[in-house]
């Protein structure tokens, strides 16, 4: 229209609705720089260069390439896997009515003649084993026997703690969550009923009564008692989940309240299921050595890791040895899971940025560069 009068022109010479050059960086522009003329910030170039390098894959993808990356969680799953062939390698399988002998020539039920003053034979330099690395206690018990046993029942119970908790806290934490009203009320309500019953108590009746089942009684136990935190988490995100869009055309399309919820919500709230269940089963390994260290987790003839240092605390000053070995497996085991956790917690944040190594530096420094001569 011949009446609107055109913006004055700006000292450069362009409009103020024009973009002046190419001052504004674009999305994964590595070479871009700032309006003011120079590099692109730094935390831009990297979030630059991880877009390209995710560029076309899905989700699922992009969180196994972010763990992988992860080298503590790399490391401390290889170390865990170690633990678990040792243990199980080492003294066999006989549970359930599967019996798989062990590579390892005592059990750790069995008696010998006390050698080296049952001390460890166990030599790094030059490297032997000898008949009793880990060493004896005052009755002939091999500890590394004993050690191996203990470790079965200890990541026994923690895997099975871990998948009962998850099971119980994902399923009442999404009904209450999905439906609220009075099923919400319900639910947190059991919820709070079962925070209050002491662990110790519900461990202690279900052990002394079932005692014969050994570890898995008490596995039961501390999985019935551990779901809880997992539960209430498990709601918070069900919550803000189901007021999103992608829930509200599901519905209209004519999907069931159970497929809403297990088909389109859960897959959006498994990053907090994985990273706190993790958690949970590193924090077992310690409950469960503090039960049977009390005498309420596994009953003799059975030993876990915690029962071992209960079994010979008396023995603390004259041969430290029977608690460096359980102690160590129980220290190794806790921290490689929560090393673990922590690696998936950083795949499934996608706040999270993963630092440029040094090839990636070297090609954003060597682009910034060529910006800056031309």
Known sequence: M????????????????EPVGDSEPKVGDTNAVTPGGGDLEPSRAENAIELKEVEGLSQGRIVVRRFLRHRGAMISLG???????????AEGLDALGIVIPGWWHYKYTDLDNIVNGGQPTLSLWPLNWGNHPFGQDSLGRDVFATVMRGAQQSLMIVFVVGILSTVIGVVIGSFSGYFRGWVDTLLM?????????????????????????????????????????LARLVRGEVLALREREFVDAARVA?????????????PNAVGVVVVNTTLLMSATILTEAAISFLGFGVQQPDVSLGSIIQLYEN????????????VSFI??????????GDGLRD????????????????????????????
Do not use: C, E
């Not at 011949?2 to 609705?17: D, F, Q, R, V, Y």
């Not at 023995?315 to 359980?326: D, G, I, S, V």
């Not at 944040?349 to 031309?374: C, I």
């Open 254 to 266: 004519g999907g069931s309240n159970f497929r809403i919820m297990f088909v389109h919500i859960l």
């Open 189 to 229: 309500r059991f919820t709070d009923a079962i925070i209050i019953i002491p662990l110790i108590v519900l461990t202690a009746v279900l052990g002394r009564t079932y005692g014969a089942a050994g570890s898995f009684v008490v596995a039961i136990a501390l999985g019935l008692a551990s779901w809880t935190g």
């Open 347 to 374: 795949a499934f944040d996608p706040r999270q940025k993963r630092a440029l190594n040094k090839a990636a530096r070297k090609s954003a420094a060597a682009a910034r560069a060529k910006v800056a001569t031309r």
């Open 79 to 89: 170390l865990l896997i170690f633990v678990i062939l040792l243990a199980f390698s």
């Open 2 to 17: 011949s009446g609107l009068i055109p913006p004055p022109p700006t000292p450069g010479g362009s409009s103020l609705n």
């Open 331 to 340: 220290i190794i085991i806790a921290l490689t899971i929560n090393f673990i």
């Open 315 to 326: 023995a603390f000053n004259t041969r430290p040895w029977l608690f460096f070995w359980p």
